[in-house]
Nanobody, 125 residues
């Protein structure tokens, strides 16, 4: 089984940047599609971005397109989320999640069976 650990969260002013990392251990991570999700207080967990196991296919929720970039380095067993032009509404706990690739990527959280513990991102206005 793959285990995931997120890092890189913190407090940043609006307009600033952060890079989140999702480090994997255990089984071969390169076979797993990986997504980022986030959950703000009082809200449901929502999809942010996903990258396929090859690193060649990505998808983003509309609110982060043009600001966030997901990437991966399978040699380092790590997936990244570069977040630029951050807004207060990006404040949330960010989770990475993985599922064995089936040929297409998904934005539905219930389809992911491996989750990290989350990292807090706070954007001040």
């Amino acid at each position: 089984q793959v285990q995931l650990v997120e890092s890189g969260g913190g407090l940043v002013q609006a307009g600033g940047s952060l890079r989140l990392s999702c480090a994997a251990s255990g089984r071969t991570f390169s076979n797993y599609d990986t997504g980022w999700f986030r959950q703000a207080p009082g809200k449901e967990r929502e999809f942010v971005a996903v990258i396929n196991w090859r690193g060649g296919g990505t998808n983003y929720t509309d609110s982060v397109k043009g600001r966030f970039t997901i990437s991966r380095d399978n040699a380092k067993n790590t997936v990244y989320l570069q977040m630029n032009s951050l807004k207060p509404e990006d404040t949330a706990v960010y989770y990475c999640a993985a599922r064995q690739s089936t040929g297409r990527t998904y934005s539905i959280s219930s389809l992911y069976n491996v989750w990290g513990q989350g990292t807090q991102v706070t954007v001040s206005s």
